[in-house]
């Protein structure tokens, strides 16, 4: 069975079911260093844009991986990093749409967007979900913490410029954290600043997994709720899981540790994404604790496999 080294997944996403990642990063290549990450503090900050991995070779695992498997309600731009640094992802993009017809995803956190060639290569993708957790450049450096550089207003006039030419689904995210800015002012602030981007859906989200700071905590869905009808249109709380599971006889060690790796994830998440019995996973990660591979973090009462 071929290894991937951009490739990973289909896994299974709240939002969008089985998806297949597309790592174009090297791990934790960020312009953002937020406080809720779940893979960690990022150790340099860039907004330097590069073919991080030639062009050929993730084109050259997708095609094999559309005869091997294409089995996927989305291909999604993600991974380690933020994904716009990646300085040939619309040709990318134009690639995937010469050889399917799944639709192609991108996870941005939407700094690069005062950028016009960004702006130009997301308009390619079907759909683009972008991050708007602030109101102010306070906020922006105490959540985001953006390299140095980066100015808030810049990244929402790029987005309002960008949302006047996308055809595609814009779908904007917004991540709530207890007692930083999940408060009737900012968040009624950030819905201003929302209606004026004009997404399509607005996304809630909150801590559900480890994150880089003991500070960033979840927000309870009650309050999530009554926050929802201050945007327009309203705000959808995140699901458990959506879509079904990837049916997948051919689990091996190797492919659970690539997920873990890139993200922390309980026995259930991987139990899922495998179509596997819990008992099945539970061998393989166990054999990675003794191995102290993996280590268990406990987060809002769930356990975490996370890569040690």
């Not at 791990?27 to 991995?53: A, H, N, V, W």
């Not at 967007?113 to 308009?123: L, M, N, P, T, Y």
């Not at 993708?125 to 105490?142: A, C, G, T, Y």
Request: with cysteine.
């Amino acid at each position: 069975m071929k290894k991937y080294k951009h490739l990973f997944g289909p896994l299974m996403s709240r939002r969008f079911g089985r998806s297949l990642g597309i790592d174009l990063c090297p791990m934790k290549t960020c312009s953002y260093d937020c406080i809720f990450c779940q893979l960690g503090k990022t150790p340099q900050k860039t907004t330097k844009r590069e073919e991080f991995f030639p062009l050929k070779d993730i084109c050259n695992e997708i095609a094999h991986w559309l005869k091997t498997d294409g089995n996927a309600e989305y291909i999604t731009l993600a991974g380690s990093g933020e994904p716009t640094l990646y300085s040939r992802f619309g040709e990318l993009t134009d690639f995937i749409h010469s050889k399917t017809d799944i639709p192609v995803l991108l996870l941005s956190n939407g700094s690069l967007f005062w950028q016009k060639e960004v702006r130009e290569a997301a308009s390619k993708i079907d759909v683009v979900k972008l991050s708007m957790s602030v109101w102010n450049q306070d906020l922006f450096d105490r959540i985001n913490r953006p390299v140095s550089g980066l100015i808030f207003e810049d990244m929402v006039n790029g987005e309002i410029e960008f949302r006047k030419k996308y055809k595609g689904k814009l779908i904007l995210e917004v991540f709530l954290l207890e007692g930083i800015n999940a408060t009737q002012s900012d968040v009624r602030k950030i819905a201003q600043f929302a209606k004026q981007i004009k997404p399509d859906t607005i996304h809630f989200n909150t801590v559900t997994r480890p994150a880089a700071e003991g500070f960033a905590h979840s927000v309870a869905k009650k309050e999530m709720e009554q926050f929802s009808e201050m945007f327009t249109p309203h705000a959808e709380i995140p699901p458990e899981v959506s879509g079904t599971p990837l049916l997948n006889k051919d689990i091996d060690e190797e492919k659970i540790m690539d997920l873990i790796r890139r993200r922390p994830v309980t026995l259930k998440q991987l139990a899922d994404t495998f179509g596997a019995h819990p008992n099945e996973i539970a061998k393989i990660t166990g054999k990675f604790l003794r191995d102290g591979k993996i280590a268990i973090k406990n987060e809002h009462g769930e356990n975490y496999f996370k890569y040690q």
